[in-house]
């Protein structure tokens, strides 16, 4: 517990000094999620969980008294726990990815409010002009105020968010919050998603499942132990039915399982093409500005317009990214589906 107190301060050092020495630090996703893992309440339980259970079983190995029902009682356990403890981690993951995405969403908010404001600062000007050429009516001018102060509020309520959503960021990581720091976009990925490998991956460490089958080798154990000329009728007749039912929720977990799995690949591919229609409108927006840029400077569109083409450009930003947010978290919930930090291979 000390080795990894040490760790994370050394971490949290190195990443103040990097930050004083450069102003700022771009903090990337995994350097977030690996100082959660560091800090995370529920994780550090889980290992705790962990590690009392192979204790447990060890000792249990080690005592020639133990009876093998109990030794196998253990063993199960301790398989349980460690699957457990890799859930929790994915968990972990899913509450980085969002506290780091709201983070990102919210300062691409500020930016788009602060070039709105920009905007309806230059059209209350240009409003004013034509007001005193008699080119506007008393009626446009407050309707001009009226949107620049209306900006002026949206800005503060995005400035808010953000700090908000900062304060929730370093919550999560389980940090102080720490100056200058940068968050960097994810890229994107696009995996192959085989739905039997996701299965098979599932049957393997999803707690749901391996806690299904666990109770079916147990009762399984007993059944074989229980029919002898020994053992009360009573009592066999009762690790049978135990066993059927333990059977018949394992089967019905893996249905679900694979009914779900299913769904979430899907929610995953849906979530791709609508990046890629994100990433056209973009390049769309994009190449508008060029163009009203061009015009601009010939002296064919006034400041106002090239301004709201300015404003167009960061609206697609914010659309792109925010399908590539909602990307990853598909994404996320997938894994968790799976019980594993593994998606498959790129394409």
Do not use: C
């Not at 050394?10 to 903090?27: A, P, T």
């Not at 509020?153 to 995005?158: C, K």
């Not at 925010?322 to 593994?342: A, C, E, F, Q, T």
């Amino acid at each position: 517990m000390k080795i990894k107190i040490l760790i994370v301060l050394f971490v949290i050092i190195s990443l103040w000094g990097i930050g004083y020495s450069q102003n700022q630090k771009v903090f990337t996703f995994d350097e977030a999620f690996n100082i959660a893992l560091q800090n995370n309440k529920d994780l550090l339980s889980a290992k705790i969980s962990l590690d009392n259970a192979g204790l447990e079983y060890e000792n249990k190995k080690k005592d020639p008294t133990t009876l093998i029902l109990a030794l196998k009682q253990a063993e199960l356990n301790y398989k349980l726990e460690a699957v457990r403890y890799e859930n929790t981690k994915l968990q972990v993951m899913q509450n980085v990815r969002t506290a780091y995405f709201n983070v990102l969403e919210a300062q691409s908010q500020v930016k788009l409010y602060k070039k709105q404001l920009e905007y309806y600062s230059e059209y209350l000007n240009a409003t004013k002009i034509k007001f005193e050429l008699g080119n506007a009516t008393s009626v446009d001018v407050q309707q001009a105020e009226i949107n620049y102060y209306s900006a002026q509020n949206s800005l503060t309520s995005a400035e808010n968010n953000l700090e908000i959503a900062w304060s929730q960021f370093w919550q999560v990581l389980g940090v102080f919050p720490m100056k200058d720091v940068v968050l960097q976009e994810l890229e994107l990925k696009v995996f192959n998603l085989d739905l039997e490998k996701l299965f098979d991956i599932a049957q393997e460490n999803l707690s749901s499942i391996v806690q299904a089958k666990n109770n079916v080798e147990l009762y399984e154990m007993q059944v074989k132990l229980y029919d002898n000329d020994y053992t009360p009728k009573a009592t066999l007749i009762s690790a049978k039915n135990s066993l059927e039912t333990a059977k018949m929720t394992l089967e019905q977990t893996l249905t679900s399982t694979r009914l779900s799995l299913a769904q979430k690949i899907e929610q995953v591919r849906a979530a791709l093409k609508e990046v890629n229609l994100q990433r056209k409108n973009l390049d769309l927006a994009q190449e508008n500005y060029r163009i009203a840029k061009i015009r601009y400077d010939a002296g064919l569109i006034t400041k106002l317009d090239l301004i709201n083409s300015e404003v167009n450009i960061i609206k697609a930003e914010n659309s792109y990214y925010s399908s590539l947010h909602n990307y990853w978290k598909s994404l996320d919930s997938l894994l968790l589906s799976i019980g594993k930090i593994v998606v498959g291979e790129e394409k």
